[in-house]
C-alpha cells in the first residue's frame, strides 16, 4: 500500500559526504514515525536515526554528530544527511515509516523501502 523510495546511496572515500532521499508514496507522512536503519553483510541491523512525529530526532551513538536526518512535510521528502563518512558506515540504508524505537522494536509493523547502497573507502 505504501511504498518507500531511497535514492543517493554511492561510493565515497572516509570524510567525505552523501545525501540519502527518501520519498513515502503517502502524503501524510508526518504523522508517522520516520527514519534510517542500516545493514551491512555478517552484522545485525541497527538503528541510524528516527525521528518521531513531534520531529524530534534520536541517533546512534556511531552516527551521532556526523549524520543529520530531517523530514520536508511539504516536500514529502526525508533526508539523511551523511558526513565525515567512515569505512564502518559501509553498509545498505533502508528508510522506514512506522518505526519508532532505535533498537528496532516494531520493525517487523513498519514500511521499509528496497535500500540503497553506501560504501565508504579508506
Known amino acids: 500500500q505504501v511504498h518507500l523510495v531511497e535514492t543517493g546511496g554511492g561510493s565515497v572515500q572516509a570524510g567525505g559526504s552523501l545525501t540519502l532521499s527518501c520519498e513515502p508514496s503517502t502524503r501524510d507522512y508526518d504523522t508517522h514515525c520516520a527514519g534510517w536503519f542500516r545493514q551491512a553483510p555478517g552484522k545485525e541491523r541497527e538503528g541510524v536515526a528516527i525521528?518521531?512525529?513531534?520531529?524530534?530526532?534520536t541517533y546512534a551513538d556511531s552516527v551521532k554528530g556526523r549524520f543529520t536526518a530531517s523530514k520536508d512535510n511539504a516536500k514529502n521528502i526525508l533526508t539523511l544527511q551523511m558526513n565525515s563518512l567512515k569505512p564502518e558506515d559501509t553498509a545498505m540504508y533502508y528508510c522506514?515509516?512506522?518505526?519508532?524505537?532505535?533498537?528496532?522494536?516494531?520493525?517487523?509493523?513498519?514500511?521499509w523501502g528496497q535500500g540503497t547502497q553506501v560504501t565508504v573507502s579508506s
Open positions: 522506514v515509516l512506522d518505526v519508532c524505537l532505535l533498537d528496532g522494536r516494531g520493525a517487523d509493523f513498519g514500511v
Open positions: 525521528i518521531d512525529t513531534d520531529a524530534s530526532t
